[in-house]
């Protein structure tokens, strides 16, 4: 059973930072690319970041030179460092992996609020 374990959420200040985590389970082996989406409030899920198997990496504009994506192999974990927050990056932040073979699944997801 495929399993994604979210932490790091939670309430900053603006110009903060926060660290996102998400610890999948089975083998790296099958593991393509990770990645992050964000839902903020009364809107729809937007690509924030993703790393592919190679750790070649793509960000959302909107986060761009402030937000750094990276995975640990040996963990089968990927992270999302978020540095200069702003109060529009409040939202509900999901990671996902895409399995070789099973296809893409999601975390739990995890608030980040940011206050002005």
């Known amino acids: 059973q495929v399993q994604l374990v979210e932490s790091g959420g939670g309430f900053v200040q603006a110009g903060g930072s926060l660290r996102l985590s998400c610890a999948a389970s089975g083998s790296i082996f099958n593991i393509n690319a990770m990645g992050w989406y964000r839902q903020p409030p009364g809107k729809q899920r937007e690509l924030v970041a993703t790393i592919t198997r190679s750790s070649t990496t793509n960000y959302a504009d909107s986060v761009k030179g402030r937000f750094t994506i990276s995975r640990d192999n040996a963990k089968n974990t990927v992270y999302l460092q978020m540095n200069s927050l702003k109060p529009e990056d409040t939202a509900v932040y999901y990671c996902?992996?895409?399995?070789?073979?099973?296809?893409?699944?999601w975390g739990q997801g995890t608030q980040v609020t940011v206050s002005s």
């Open positions: 996902y992996v895409d399995y070789i073979v099973s296809g893409r699944y």
